[in-house]
């Protein structure tokens, strides 16, 4: 036997899953709960249970929450056979089998399921394909081996003498198997017969059961003619009642036309009166809007005044922030002065004190390096470098780039003279016929001498536009501050005269370091010259307590305050910059909220005033369209419209009355009934006499049928067919009984001969063994072929007490020894799920061999969740589920 493929639909979580299987070894391996189980699983219920079958475990395959039955379908084949087998349980079950070779089968049902069962018992040995399956977590017990008969056959076969009575055996299971299977179920002439026997009764009582009906069809024919002719009575009675109760209904019918009529009437006077009302009220609901429009016009001619008047006040308010702010500027920019003089008198007194400390201390030395002092001196009093510069450019860039983003966002007020008044626009004042722009980003005031004084106040500017043209001076001006420079041009050129004194130092080098030697006095000179210039003194006046001695007092007496003093002052400046910076951010702020303020106050008027327009817009088109609606039809004549309009109605309601109750008395629902009943009738009269014919013309085709077919000369040759199969059935009964209890008396004596036939199987075991214990393997094997023990290297160890992996493995190969042993046309696939799991990884590869070796003779399908424990396995066909 060997299993092709295998198709699962709707079977435990598996919805639709086709595998294919190799001749040899076929892998199947995927994920836990993917359906490898399932597999092994369906193979078992589509043998052993009908699709009929409510069993707990056929039950359990059945997917949740899908209303559908688990479905297999198995391609195999066996001895000389080729079939397709399929089965559904639970919902809609069916069982089909499909035999495609020797010859073409189809059958379904319970005949399928036995005929399936059948072909297996005569072609394969089932007791061995069940010790071939090994289900999961079965892999540690051994197989009953024993009683697997085509095991025998091959022990029996391999050319061990193992009983003198050999030959006679065979000829005892050569006769045995013309009436027995190997599984002990009938077959050939002894199954025939014993078939026969039930065909020949059957036909018997079918024919004896016919015989008595063809007198019961002579007297059914009678009685089908007497009431074919009452039924054709009854339908001539019921074609003449069908004729009166038509002619009633079309009098019936009469009265519901005037009904009909009499009621569209009342309808068409219905919408008359509706729409004669509906005008009148559009005229009422046109009245009523023209008084609620002019209700509107006057609130919001109210709210607008309202709002002007907000506008006005919020507008003061904004003037008034944006002085403030203006005001507070000013005194932001005093303080940074301030702060700015304060922090260069501290530098001034610190380079006092420490001129007159450098100059003691180097005076010994000044003849010796004067050149380099001047050079060192003028680099000291220098820190502007040139990267400073580029770093002051980019940041002036920043503040241009502000500047013009915010001009650009402002307004533009482009003003040319054009006649002899002197017009001044922000206090500049344009020439006969010149023209200038300007930028409003604060107010710009144009002064017309003797004509007018216009002020034109910026917009909504951007707040982030303010801070950053802010953010870029103040970090401009700290740069200028740190690098002690009042511009980018002076910077410049003080990066130039330092770059000059730095290649006038390095002239001098050589000359320091002969006349200094190990002695370090550039830094010397560099401090004194730093203090020098920013004293501005040139080094060549004497100095005296930190003062120059020919009268400088003069200069900066601010220098006699102590530098204490000098540094509270700073501080103090710094703070006070720092609140006027505050008192600026709190004012700006302000001022962003009055303009906010504005602008909304602003909207708000704008949409009244455009409110208050629609408004007296649509109450002018209301009172016009009154008017022009009165001109047509006046209030008083939609009013006489409506009345009229209700009489009529009236009217016409009055005569559907009486149509309707003329109409009732003629009682049309029982006429109804009535009319329907008996074209019924006559309907179902020429049915049943139709059926009732149709009878007749039958019952008098199978008399005619049975008279010519000579059923009474059949029944008695039936009757000898059946003695004649009883006479055979009991001649093969009594041949079968002799021949099998000759067979079993003989096997009874075999089987004291057991032993000398393992010899087979055990060195089969070995020779497998071999490659996963070593050389020094052999094992010991009972009457039973069940491995009682194991020896490796002289130490041998009852089976029971062996490890689990060991257990297992000799299990299974004690199993794949019976796969090779077994010829392969009467053997079974060898199935395995999840097997091996007890392996390490050295054996697992020498179990990857052996079952190579067994895939070339017999059919191998492995099952695993651990695809790597076969990743060595040569010839191997690998099946991957997801």
């Known amino acids: 036997m060997k299993f092709h493929s295998i198709h699962l639909r709707n079977y435990r979580g598996i919805a639709d899953s086709r595998v294919e299987f190799g001749d040899g070894v076929t892998v199947v391996e995927g994920p836990n709960e993917v359906g490898k189980s399932s597999i092994h699983e369906a193979i078992t219920h589509l043998r052993e249970d009908k699709s009929s079958s409510r069993k707990a475990s056929v039950k359990e395959t059945q997917p949740v929450g899908v209303d559908a039955g688990p479905e297999v379908e198995l391609h195999l084949s066996t001895g000389d056979y080729e079939l397709k087998y399929r089965k559904r349980w639970i919902k809609q079950p069916f069982t089909e089998l499909s035999v495609i070779r020797p010859r073409p089968e189809q059958l379904s049902s319970d005949d399928a399921h036995d005929r399936f069962l059948s072909i297996l018992a005569d072609t394969v040995d089932v007791d061995l394909l069940v010790a071939l399956d090994v289900a999961q977590g079965e892999s540690l017990a051994q197989a009953p081996l024993a009683q697997i008969k085509a095991l025998h056959s091959a022990l029996n076969e391999s050319g061990i003498e193992v009983a003198d009575h050999d030959d006679f055996l065979d000829r005892i299971e050569a006769e045995y198997s013309k009436y027995f299977t190997k599984s002990g179920k009938e077959t050939g002439d002894y199954k025939a017969a014993n078939a026969e026997v039930p065909s020949a009764e059957a036909a018997f009582e079918e024919l004896r059961e016919r015989s008595h009906e063809m007198d019961e069809l002579v007297d059914n024919h009678a009685r089908a003619a007497a009431r074919l002719e009452s039924v054709r009575g009854q339908l001539t009675q019921a074609l003449s009642d069908r004729d009166e109760a038509e002619q009633a209904a079309k009098a019936v019918a009469e009265l519901k036309a005037v009904l009909d009529q009499t009621m569209e009437q009342a309808k068409s006077a219905q919408r008359d009166e509706q729409i004669a009302r509906e005008a009148l009220d559009r005229r009422t609901r046109l009245i009523d809007d023209v008084a609620a429009a002019e209700e509107t016009v006057t609130a919001t001619r109210s709210s607008v005044t309202d709002l002007e008047a907000t506008q006005n006040d919020i507008d003061s308010d ?75 450019i980019s940041l002036d860039t920043e503040v241009r780039i502000a500047e013009n983003a915010k001009t650009s966002a402002a307004a533009q007020i482009v003003a040319k003279r054009l006649g002899s008044q002197a017009v001044d626009v922000d206090g500049t004042e344009l020439g006969d016929g010149a023209t200038g722009e300007f930028a409003a980003v604060k107010d710009v005031r144009i002064t017309i001498e003797g004509i007018a004084d216009i002020t034109v106040r910026p917009g909504a500017s951007h707040v982030e536009l303010d801070k950053a043209l802010t953010s870029a001076k103040q970090a401009f001006d700290a740069e200028l501050q740190r690098l002690d420079v009042d511009s980018v041009a002076q910077a410049r050129e003080r990066a130039d005269v330092r770059a000059d004194a730095e290649a006038v130092k390095a002239e001098a080098d050589s000359t320091l370091k002969v006349l200094l030697g190990q002695d370090r006095r550039d830094k010397l000179e560099a401090a004194l010259a730093r203090a020098q210039q920013i004293l501005g003194t040139d080094g060549t006046r004497p ?10 007092e003069a200069e900066g007496s601010h220098d006699e305050r102590s530098l204490r003093e000098l540094e509270t002052a700073v501080t103090e400046s710094e703070k006070t910059a720092d609140d006027a910076q505050s008192a600026v951010d709190a004012a700006r702020v302000e001022l962003e909220r009055t303009r906010t303020n504005r602008d909304d106050a602003r909207v708000e008027t704008v949409r009244a005033q455009t409110s208050l327009k629609e408004a007296e817009t649509q ?43 003329a109409y009732k008395a003629a009682d049309p629902e029982s006429l109804e009934m009535q009319l329907q009943n008996v074209r019924q009738l006559v309907g179902s009269k020429e049915a049943q006499r139709e059926e009732v014919r149709q009878e007749v013309d039958r019952l008098s085709a199978l008399i005619d049928d049975r008279a010519s077919e000579g059923i009474y000369e059949k029944l008695a040759t039936a009757e000898e067919a059946l003695e004649s199969a009883l006479r055979k059935q009991a001649r093969l009964r009594r041949q079968a009984t002799a021949i099998n209890l000759l067979r079993t008396a003989v096997l009874k004596h075999k089987e004291q001969s057991q032993r000398k036939y393992v010899a087979p199987f055990k060195e089969q075991i070995e020779r497998l063994g071999r490659l996963v214990f070593g050389q020094g393997l052999s094992v010991e094997v009972s009457e039973d072929l069940e491995i009682v023990s194991r020896t490796l290297n ?60 067994v895939g070339q003779s017999a059919q191998v399908i492995l099952l695993t969740c651990q695809p790597d424990r076969f990743a060595r396995l040569g010839g191997a066909k690998t099946v991957s589920l997801t």
């Open 794 to 853: 002289e130490r041998t160890v009852p089976f029971e007490s062996l490890s689990g992996g060991t257990k297992e493995q000799l299990a299974l190969i004690g199993r794949l020894a019976v796969a090779t042993l077994v010829d392969s046309d009467s053997g079974a696939p060898v199935v395995l799920d999840d097997a091996f799991g007890f392996a390490d990884a050295q054996r697992l590869n020498a179990l990857n061999v052996i079952l190579s070796t």
């Open 543 to 552: 100095i005296s307590d930190g003062k120059p001695v020919d009268g400088a």
């Open 619 to 661: 109450h002018e088109r209301l009172t016009s369209s009154l008017a022009e609606a009165r001109t047509t039809n006046s209030d008083a004549d939609l009013a006489e419209a409506v009345k009229s309009a209700k009489a009529r109605a009236s009217n016409v309601d009055s005569q559907v009355s009486e149509a309707r109750v």
């Open 318 to 392: 904004f003037a008034h922030a944006q002085k403030t702010l203006e005001d507070k500027q000013s005194t932001l920019d005093e303080a940074r002065a301030l702060a700015k003089a304060a922090a260069k008198d501290v530098t001034e007194a610190r380079a006092r004190t420490e001129l007159t400390e450098l100059t003691r201390r180097l005076d010994t030395i000044r003849d010796h390096d004067e050149k380099k002092s001047r050079a060192q001196a003028t680099i000291g009093s220098i820190a502007v470098s040139t990267k400073d510069v580029e770093a002051l």
